[in-house]
């Protein structure tokens, strides 16, 4: 995500806190938010899909996800 949105986002929230904001403010809001959360997920699989977990004697075992087939 571009430095320029997550500063919009703090922008905002900084709004948020000294007035209410507008329906147009709020709405651009839960966009950038819901894309910086996308982002963050995107990058946390990506980082979780080369971790490799090392047992004592020195075996690597790739991390699986759970639950998903």
């Known amino acids: 995500m571009e430095q320029k949105k997550i500063d919009r986002i703090n922008e ?6 000294e007035r209410e904001l507008t329906a147009e403010e709020l709405e651009e809001r839960a966009i950038l938010r819901r894309e910086y959360i996308d982002s ?6 990506s980082q ?18 759970k639950g998903k087939k």
């Open 12 to 17: 905002l929230a900084h709004l948020a806190k």
């Open 40 to 45: 963050f997920k995107r990058s946390l699989v």
């Open 48 to 65: 979780l899909e080369t971790t490799y977990i090392v047992d004592e004697k020195g075996n690597k075992t790739k991390v699986q996800r």
